[in-house]
């Protein structure tokens, strides 16, 4: 559970309170680590799902923003 990176000294009291985070928040039967692992997944599809959505939207609004320009330029004349 505790992260380390390197070039990072941990001190002790964290080391401490990292420690009894995790024993604190251990899953303890296999239907808890089932929902776990599903929730997991779940989070992982919906950030997906958000970034594609993103990715979309930009397009999108680029595509509008083009068409727009067109259309001004269209109607301003010669």
């Known amino acids: ?12 009291k964290r080391l401490k309170r990292l420690d009894r985070k ?8 296999k239907a808890q680590q089932t929902l776990q692992k599903h929730f997991k997944c779940q989070k992982a599809t919906q950030q997906h799902n958000r970034r594609t959505k993103k990715t979309l939207d930009q397009k999108n609004k680029k595509r509008y923003k083009l068409h727009q320009a067109k259309k001004t330029q269209k109607h301003k004349g010669h």
């Open 1 to 12: 559970m505790i992260c380390l990176y390197l070039n990072e000294k941990i001190t002790f």
């Open 22 to 29: 995790s024993i604190y928040y251990a899953v303890d039967t």
